[in-house]
Nanobody
Framework: VQLQAYGGGTVQVGDSLRLSCVAT????????MGWYRQVPGKDREFIGG????????YYPDSMKGRFTISRDNSKNTVYLRMNSPKPEDTAVYYC????????????????WGQGTLVTVSS
């Protein structure tokens, strides 16, 4: 199984950015997908997760309104849109997969992607 994230780089404050994560080696439509981020020296944060059919999306309160998660099962891809990013959103962003959304929420997914660095510049 591979989860390959794309779209990282440098973005200006207030610009939107969309990350993509392409999954191979698994039946994508059977898996809930999630996004996390980690700032060096800090704990990994859960951004949100989307159920296998895409009809349900969960965000922790701290992330609501700041990120939008979506998926396209025909492309084996999950997306993360950053809305009006701020410098404190600078981090390595990871996607992850698990059969159960709950395991994503608690930070214990079956599969992790390799991460992509996003730098928000002022």
């Amino acid at each position: 199984v591979q989860l390959q994230a794309y779209g990282g780089g440098t973005v200006q404050v207030g610009d939107s950015l969309r990350l993509s994560c392409v999954a191979t080696g698994l039946t994508f439509s059977s898996y809930a997908m999630g996004w996390y981020r980690q700032v060096p020296g800090k704990d990994r944060e859960f951004i949100g997760g989307i159920i296998k059919g895409g009809g349900g999306i969960y965000y922790p309160d701290s992330m609501k309104g700041r990120f939008t998660i979506s998926r396209d099962n025909s492309k084996n891809t999950v997306y993360l849109r950053m809305n009006s990013p701020k410098p404190e959103d600078t981090a390595v962003y990871y996607c992850a997969a698990d059969l159960k959304l709950h395991n994503l929420v608690i930070g214990n997914p079956e599969f992790w992607g390799q991460g992509t660095l996003v730098t928000v510049s002022s």
